[in-house]
């Protein structure tokens, strides 16, 4: 089973609007970080927000927030008032602790187009 | 400051041939990670270091893939016996912290080295 699922490989969004991109996870570890990364053409990945599974509030950076709904293994990436420099791939990644796997396992990304 | 550093930018190779991939982690941090990042999928991890020692190397494909890191800062993935399958983007990630501890441990990475074997 997939452990990091995002079902948008693009999405669009207008200029100064708000878009979320989805991120479902599969994990029995009580204890595990989930992140969201970005990747610019230039081929770098952007570390941008960190949620904790034991975070009792939702993560914001900025004009990033994540969405995170344990109970739907859900961790949704809210980016506020796009900007074209927004425009890149975003992946989301989760750590799980127990399973003495130190790396982080990503998913397949969305592609993320902000239009003027 | 200064991020990650890998080197070469891009490499080509033929099959068959043996090459060298390096890594210059952030300044301090202790954790370095290696992943492989194929067209149109997330990075895939290979190995890890905490210090000099390869703390988790499950990752590597096989046994033509090695890495060391011998002083604790810069690492090297080396690779034997191309094949055209390993053509992809190799990113090294390092962390200040071991991954578990709260603080610090987020991963930054380096531009990646596009391997392409021909």
């Known amino acids: 089973a997939q452990k990091i699922t995002q079902t948008q490989p693009g999405m669009f969004v207008q200029e100064k609007e708000a878009v979320t991109l989805d991120c479902t996870y599969d994990?029995?570890?009580?204890?595990?970080?989930l992140f969201w990364y970005k990747q610019p053409s230039s081929g770098e990945m952007i570390f941008l927000i960190y949620?904790?599974?034991?975070?009792?509030q939702n993560a914001t950076e900025g004009r990033y927030s994540l969405n995170f709904q344990k109970a739907r293994k859900s961790a949704n990436l809210v980016i506020s008032a796009s900007q074209l420099g927004d425009s890149a791939m975003y992946f989301c990644?989760?750590?799980?602790?127990?399973?003495?796997?130190?790396?982080?396992?990503f998913g397949s990304g969305t592609r993320l187009q902000v239009q003027p | 400051g200064a991020g990650v550093s890998q080197t070469p930018s891009n490499k080509v190779t033929e099959k068959g041939k043996y090459v060298e991939l390096r890594c210059d982690p952030i300044?301090?941090?202790?954790?370095l990670y290696w992943y492989r990042q194929s067209l149109g999928q997330g990075p895939e991890f290979l190995i890890y270091?905490?210090?000099?020692?390869?703390?988790?190397d499950s990752g590597l494909p096989n046994d033509r893939f090695f890495a060391v890191r011998p002083e604790g800062s810069v690492s090297t993935l080396k690779i034997q016996r191309t094949e055209r399958g390993d053509s992809a983007v190799y990113l090294c990630?390092?962390?200040?912290?071991?991954?578990?501890?709260?603080?610090?441990?987020?991963?930054?990475f380096g531009p990646g080295t596009r391997l392409t074997v021909t």
């Open positions: 990644a989760m750590r799980e602790r127990d399973t003495g796997r130190r790396a982080l396992t």
């Open positions: 990630a390092s962390s200040l912290n071991p991954p578990g501890v709260r603080g610090g441990s987020e991963q930054y």
């Open positions: 994990t029995s570890d009580p204890s595990y970080g």
């Open positions: 270091f905490q210090g000099t020692g390869a703390a988790d």
């Open positions: 949620q904790g599974s034991y975070d009792q």
């Open positions: 300044s301090g941090h202790t954790a």
